[in-house]
């Protein structure tokens, strides 16, 4: 069975670029989560999707930051424009029901 | 705010050698508790969780942890640690009752394991 896979698995933009950073969930988990983790520190809480619906986003930093997940299948999430303080991994994660989360590997983005 | 502190940031330690990382959480209320781990290049893992019942949870690799309420800590440990046992280790948090979603994770430890 396939894990959660997201891609690019590192992105190196300037300052004031686009990066959209995609997560493909594991087949069948209605709960697809971002979590981001920045220099060494904790891993941070984003937003929580059920299906395609967003049900908690208290973690988005701001209004730089949009997370999509259109059809309830996979999810990008979009920094636009792009900060030095954006730099860090962002983590995407899945589950169903009651069940654990499995994350994925991770997309390092560096911000220059 | 809910916080979770993982006391090493750094360890190092000889196989063989007993393990045990540090972890208090900030929160008055029910909790789930959780201890993740990530090898060199891989993924986060489930390494093991308490939600409810015995204090003293068994996770997968030889690892087990202790719920202590009245010290708000969930410490992990491991008798006898393994070159493979060399990774990075988060403990998390989660107090909304029933499930994982919103998981609060401290800092990370970094464990190296010498043979």
């Known amino acids: 069975e396939a894990g959660v896979t997201q891609f690019p698995s590192h992105s190196v933009i300037e300052k004031g670029q686009t990066v959209t950073l995609r997560c493909d969930p594991i087949s069948g988990h209605d709960n697809l989560y971002w979590y981001r983790r920045v220099m060494g520190k904790e891993i941070k809480f984003l937003l929580h999707f059920v299906k395609e619906s967003k049900q908690d986003e208290s973690g988005m930093p701001n209004n730089r930051f949009l997370a999509e997940r259109t059809g309830g299948t996979y999810s990008t999430l979009k920094v636009q424009p792009a900060e030095l303080e954006d730099s860090g991994v962002y983590f995407c994660?899945?589950?169903?029901?009651?069940?654990?989360?499995?994350f994925g590997e991770g997309s390092r983005l560096t911000v220059l | 705010a809910q916080s979770v502190s993982q006391h090493n940031h750094h360890v190092i330690l000889s196989e063989a050698a007993s393990l045990e990382l540090g972890c208090n959480y900030s929160y008055g209320g029910t909790v789930n508790l959780f201890w993740y781990v990530q090898y060199p290049g891989q993924h986060l893992q489930l390494l093991l969780k308490y939600f409810s019942g015995d204090p003293l949870v068994k996770g997968i690799k030889g690892f087990e942890a202790e719920f202590i309420k009245s010290k708000f800590s969930f410490n992990l440990r491991k008798p006898s640690v393994q070159w493979s046992d060399t990774a990075e280790y988060f403990c998390?948090?989660?107090?909304?009752?029933?499930?994982?979603?919103?998981?609060?994770f401290g800092a990370g430890t970094r464990l190296a394991v010498h043979p």
């Open positions: 998390a948090v989660n107090a909304i009752s029933g499930g994982y979603n919103k998981l609060i």
């Open positions: 994660a899945s589950s169903q029901g009651p069940g654990p989360p499995f």
